[in-house]
Structure formats: C-alpha cells, structure tokens
T-cell receptor, first 113, second 113 residues
Framework: DAGVTQSPTHLIKTRGQQVTLRCSPK?????VSWYQQALGQGPQFIFQ???????QRGNFPDRFSGHQFPNYSSELNVNALLLGDSALYLC????????????FGPGTRLTVL | QKEVEQNSGPLSVPEGAIASLNCTYS??????FFWYRQYSGKSPELIMF????GDKEDGRFTAQLNKASQYVSLLIRDSQPSDSATYLC?????????????FGQGTRLTINP
C-alpha cells in the first residue's frame, strides 16, 4: 500500500525565486492538504484540495497557490520567495468524508537564502 | 490566545514511567482532537484521535478529553526511549467537506534510560 510521497526531499532557493513542490496521496485517498512547519513550531494549514478545487485556505498570502490533478496528486507553488518561507512543507492525504485520518508525507525541506 | 496550546517542554521522563502530555484549545465548539508524534527530521504520524469526553486507550497510549475544561491529554505508559519525540496536539476546525487541522507547537518528550 503506497503511502504519501513528496518531491523533492530538499530544495535550496534564493529570495525572489519561485518553487513547485509535489505530492502524491496515499492509495485510495482523494483529498490533499498542505501544511507549512517552521522550525520548532507545529504545522500550519495552507490549503486543501478535493476534486481539483481548493476548498479551504489558511492564512497564507496569494504567493502560495496550488493545484490538484485528476489522479489526485497535487502541487504547491510559492512565488517571490522570502527568507521566512524556509520551512518543512508537509502534504497530508485523506479520503473525503474521513478527513479525520490525515496521513502525512515525508515533507520537503525548503531553504531560502 | 493561540487556538491550541501546548507546553513546549522539554519534558523528561525516566524509562518505564508514565509520560503525561497536555493540550488546551480555545474553540469550545471543537469536536475532534488528535495526537501526532514527530521524530526529529521526520513528518508527523497519527497516534490516535478522540471525539468524546473521557478516556480512549490504544496499547500504551491513552487520550483523555475534557470538553468542559477544553483540555486534551495523552498518557504514555511504560515509556520507552523510542517514545522520545515531539508530540503534537491538533484540533479539527471547519465544516463538513472543508476541514483543517490546527496544531499546537508541540511538546518535546525525552525518555531517559
């Protein structure tokens, strides 16, 4: 049973650049949520995708955008990177109607220099 | 006031003892509560969730919920060095079909052999 996968594992960018992170949900799951986890903090909700639509969004600027594909995989895009965007980006998948059970992927560590 | 608050620790417990982790939440309407474990450099993994007042047991873990006091706790019996990790408390927010998890900052637990 394939779990949640994310790519890349690590990424280094410079301020002002753009980045795309990718996530494939656990087999059978159709809902993807993205979280940002700064060092020493708990994960913060960015947004959630279901049926290729963003259905809820956290308190993040429009520089953060996403997409979900027909196969339920998802991308997180961040434009005009700031130093403060350096964090672990986590993707969590779940099954619609059972969003209580969210399974996290290994995360992508983004460093902005 | 933060939505979900945890003592960041570190909490140090001798091997074999009971570790007690605490969490408070601000939204009295919250319905579902979760405990995740996160090893250093890894992603969170779900330990258990609880909906109803009282205790819920799963192996060495017991979650306790007191909605009147807006308090959730996690007890780990017979603590093992492998239990050393950061424990994240989370609360589900939102309406059916558009829900997110709101996390506390986590409590770092160290089990001393």
């Amino acid at each position: 049973d394939a779990g949640v996968t994310q790519s890349p594992t690590h990424l280094i960018k410079t301020r002002g650049q753009q980045v795309t992170l990718r996530c494939s949900p656990k087999s059978g799951h159709d809902t993807v949520s993205w979280y940002q986890q700064a060092l020493g903090q708990g994960p913060q909700f960015i947004f959630q995708y279901y049926e290729e639509e963003e259905r809820q969004r956290g308190n993040f600027p429009d520089r953060f955008s996403g997409h979900q594909f027909p196969n339920y995989s998802s991308e997180l895009n961040v434009n005009a990177l700031l130093l403060g965007d350096s964090a672990l980006y986590l993707c969590a998948s779940s099954l619609a109607g059972f969003t209580d059970t969210q399974y996290f992927g290994p995360g992508t560590r983004l460093t902005v220099l | 006031q933060k939505e979900v608050e945890q003592n960041s620790g570190p909490l140090s417990v001798p091997e074999g003892a009971i570790a007690s982790l605490n969490c408070t939440y601000s939204d009295r309407g919250s319905q579902s509560f979760f405990w995740y474990r996160q090893y250093s450099g890894k992603s969170p993994e779900l330990i258990m969730f609880i909906y109803s007042n009282g205790d819920k047991e799963d192996g060495r873990f017991t979650a306790q919920l007191n909605k009147a006091s807006q308090y959730v706790s996690l007890l780990i019996r017979d603590s093992q060095p492998s239990d050393s990790a950061t424990y994240l408390c989370a609360v589900k927010r939102g309406i059916q079909g558009a829900q997110k998890l709101v996390f506390g900052q986590g409590t770092r637990l160290t089990i001393n052999p």
